[in-house]
Nanobody, 122 residues
């Protein structure tokens, strides 16, 4: 399973960006999908997560500004980021839990995308 993220970039404070992530490969289902971020010198943190039945949860710091959504038919997850702040600057990583077979064992496995840089200037 490969996750391909796109949509990062440079934006001024108050602006918006939309991240997209596509899950490719062979799997039975994609369960939870989400976005994490890691700023320089900081640990990776959860930004938003969405389950297969569209239940969502967000980091307190992004509630009311970011919206996560998914298209199950396309195996894609999106993160709409509005009212961006300089403290949102980080590398954003797509994450997914896929039910698939690895080395003959069918199970839920966690996968990560390559990361996309989001920079918010003040």
């Amino acid at each position: 399973v490969q996750l391909q993220a796109s949509g990062g970039g440079l934006v001024q404070a108050g602006g918006s960006l939309r991240l997209s992530c596509a899950a490719r490969g062979t799997f039975f289902s994609i369960n939870a999908m989400g976005w994490y971020r890691q700023a320089p010198g900081k640990q990776r943190e959860l930004v938003a997560r969405i389950t297969s039945d569209a239940s969502t949860n967000y980091a307190d710091s992004v509630k009311g500004r970011f919206t996560i959504s998914r298209d199950n038919a396309k195996n894609m997850v999106y993160l709409q980021m509005n009212s961006l702040k300089p403290e949102d600057t980080a590398v954003y990583y797509c994450n997914a839990v896929a039910n698939t077979v690895v080395r003959g064992l069918r199970h839920d496995y966690e996968y990560w995308g390559q990361g996309t840089q989001v920079t918010v200037s003040s």
